[in-house]
């Protein structure tokens, strides 16, 4: 961590004077970590993790120095899609947490504070346009984003649109699914793929769209039988992870590396040993940096995240007669579109079937879809009789981190795991 | 009566309906409900309106999935009043046929779900009226009489700019020329009675759905390039530009930074929370922008009496009542500094005021009847019933500082419980200014509690930190939070030295970010009492690389700012 701080320093000096020369290290240092995790991984990290993180270093590494071959992206935009014209997918928030990897997160908030954005703003988003403004941000092919939720997106790709010339388009996701609704978003995803064609040179293939479907069936097979071995075996893991498995989930989702990946994991748990920890189900993003829950979450027997609803969002096969079908319903029924009741339901079911003794949610600054429903869960898990944390914080902006609130409420409601079961320690 | 939230609404189809449709405009002294049920960073507005839903009696309400905030609403008032008509529409965020026509679906389903909740009948003729009236009224307001030509006008942006405002701002004597906040509905069908009656009810209701997406865009829509032009064209025909927006409401921000960097136009920025407790806050930016905008066109403010008999020698007082200190100043008609004084305000501003003006004349040596003039400024302007005339502290403490020096193009004032940039143009009126929001984030405030959490008295502050040999850094820079840092720092034995200076910086950083916002220029000066702190300007000068000018009493600006006011309107009116 502290190489990593002093490095984020010279990122920091070279960014008020030459924003090419912090982009430079930027790249140097991710391609530097892609090969650490890639020749000396973390021992303490199953084969899975360790292929996993490289993948995702690597990714970034190799986008970033290649302008113009790539798409910012929200998280749930059509990958699926843009796999098959060859285009690379970052999210602007994967960006943001990388950004906050090197400890500049701090100064691109302020930037993005000074240019007259607010500051109740999510700080992912704060990050990003804060990195557009120093010149920091290498310019893709296009944008691709969907109005699932988060007010900030919408405007945020507008902005690129406007500010940096960048293509973009909104994927406009109704509220819940009909016929004629999922029409709507296909007939959008048809107009992007003569967009794409045009944008690429490159002519899209329907066959190979359904080549990707497969692989992302596969994967999610392979994912969910893992965590079916997962209700009764351990799985040592980092918090971290749970950010990294976006990639495999959402950003790569279909790809040759991501199901490999899952193979792992499906594979790998087999050897392991009987759980006997306490489980938790973790609620929207992991903050990374926060030193207490790392103490507690990484690699702890007692302790484990069992599975969190961000990379649960759509489990369901997609039909890969009807890819750009398969691809609308996706996105429409996705637990994190619709009412809150269906991400509710979503989290109940889960939380039962693999058998979580506790709930955490994060209520990440600025996030108001997530924290203003954080009530209505806790009245849903109290009725369950399963205990939930609410947390606030701020996933990537170190000065909002409130350390001595979340040690304080997190070892509270260790004790209330403790005092509720029966009798097993936690760390 | 069915509440609603957001200008996309199809209030004309609920008043066929008769449904009785309100505009959702909560008043609420606090969040204690709200934040039960919701959470304390989702938007106040969303907040208020759950805590008024009960004590207005309506039935149900109608929402549009316009925010994230407003969606969280709707699944909190499913849960809470499962007997209201609670109802989403799914709003599109594209314009074009495909949109509309999903709309159109909606609108119809909203029509059946609300038939059978009220057993009202749908209306057609009704709607057919108020489409038709609307498009007409809208004609009418086209062709309306102008307004008288020197007010100046201000167009209005943001999120729910509330009736309060646009009443200061008339009083003010500026004109509102467009609102385009996300309450301001413009639809029309452009189309006659007699073509809308010859529609069957679908294609009524798809004509219908297509005015209201067709609307001057608001910031949730994909496409907003009609809003710009829109922008771009009535920038060039008002004065300034009011942008409101709610806590915790963000959308808004990112037309408030395009604005900033656009347009070379004053801009005011305020930020509410529906509560009443910002009024007073509101009242001044507002005020102060309406002097500011009247200066520029070179609209003199009102003359004040003259109370002198002739031959006398003329004095003005200025009383500045802040927050922390009740501060006046004597003027004579040349302009020469008779006395000042600074006293501690106490828990009546208006006793403070009577003291202090005591003061200051026992110290000029002159009787009350002496003075031909008192003006007031600061935030207990209003209370100093024995002023003349009451001007904002943004304008006095423009003219205070040209006062003191000329050079002047930049004013930091730190005041107790706010903290303001201002910038002057070359003649030393104020060109722009920015305050900080409803917080005590960077004030005099800030510094006591932090003072009180390292048991030091204020005025030890600053010495204190100029001692400091390590770098500590108070991340937080909200009071509370930052007093739990500073503890945290106590506990681990950090030199207090070291924990001043960290908090020196902290607000140092505060201050730089609110000159920014204004486009400063030096020299810079810095005002109020928090200049008296070494370790502030220290940090301050560091932060920005520029020198600060600080006068010998930074806590009279404001009131010799406010006497100098006193003897132009004087002169204006000897004139």
Known sequence: MDVARTYGSYVGQALEKNPDRANALIRFGLHAESYRTGHFPDAQSPNAHQYLRHMAMKEVADVLGKPGQFAWTNIFAPVEILQCFDIKCISMECLASYLSGFWIEDRLIDACETAGF??????????????????????????????????????????????????????????????EGEEYVVAQLREMVSWLEG??????????????????????AHYLSFLEKRRTHAYPEALIMRLFMLFATHLSIGSEWALEFFRMLDSEIDAQPLD????????????????????????????TVVADDFNLDFVEQLDVGRPLHALARKMICNIYNGDFSR??????????????????????????????????????????????LALDGDAIDRRSGQEGQVKTRFEAFLELLDATGEGQACA | MIGYVCKYTPVELLSALSADPVRVEPHVASFNEADAYMHPNVCSYAKAVLEDIDSRGYEGIVFTTCCDSIRRLHDTCKVLYPEKFVYLLDLPRKVDDA?????????????????????????????????????AGKMRQKGAGQRAAERPRVGVVGARYSAEISRILNDNGVDVSFDITCLGAQRTVGMSYEQLEALDDHALITCYARALLEQLPCMRMDDVATRDAFLEQQAKRVDGIVYHTMKFCDIYSYEYAFIHSRFDIPVLKIETDVTAQSSGQIRTRVEAFAETLKTARGIASAAAPVNRKPGEKMYVLGIDSGSTSTNAAVLDESRNLVASRVIRTGARATSSAERVVQEVLDEAGIAREDVSLIVSTGYGRVSVDFADL????????????????????????????DSKAIRLDENGEVADFAMNDKCAAGTGRFLEAMARTLEVGIEELGPLSQRSERHVEISSMCTVFAESEVISLIANDTDKADIAHGVHEAIAGKACSLLRRVKPEPVYMMTGGVAKNLGVVEAVEAALGEALYICDEPEIVGAVGAALIGLESLEGAQE
């Open chain 1, 199 to 220: 944008l690429s040179g490159t002519r899209f293939d329907e066959d190979q769209l359904r080549q990707v479907l497969v692989r992302e069936n596969e994967s999610k």
């Open chain 1, 276 to 303: 006997t920890s306490k489980r938790l189900f973790w609620v929207h993003i992991v903050p990374y940096a926060q030193p207490t829950l790392n103490e507690y979450l990484n690699y702890n027997e007692n302790l």
């Open chain 1, 343 to 388: 991400k509710i339901d979503a989290v109940s079911r889960y939380v039962q079937h693999y058998e979580c003794d506790g709930v955490v949610e994060f209520c990440h600054w600025g996030c108001k879809q997530s924290c203003g429903g954080v009530q209505l869960l806790k009245r849903q898990m109290s009725e369950l009789g399963v205990p939930m």
């Open chain 1, 118 to 179: 607010a500051s109740t703003m999510c700080s992912y988003h704060k990050t990003f346009l804060g990195a557009c403004e120093a010149g920091l941000v290498p310019k893709p092919l296009c944008g691709i984003t969907t109005s699932t939720i988060c007010d900030c997106n919408t405007n945020t790709f507008r902005y690129l649109r406007k500010h940096e010339g960048l293509p973009t388009r909104l994927i406009d996701i109704p509220h819940v699914w009909s016929p």
């Open chain 2, 99 to 135: 949109s509309v026509m999903l709309f159109a679906r909606r609108i119809e389903d909203l029509l059946q779900r609300y038939r059978q909740f009220s057993g009202h009948e749908f209306n057609r003729s009704c709607l057919i009226d108020l489409l038709v009236s609307q498009h």
């Open chain 2, 390 to 417: 009451d001007v904002t502290e943004i304008s006095c403490h423009g003219k205070g500082a040209w006062y003191f020096n000329p050079e002047v193009r930049t004013i930091l004032d730190i005041g107790g419980q």
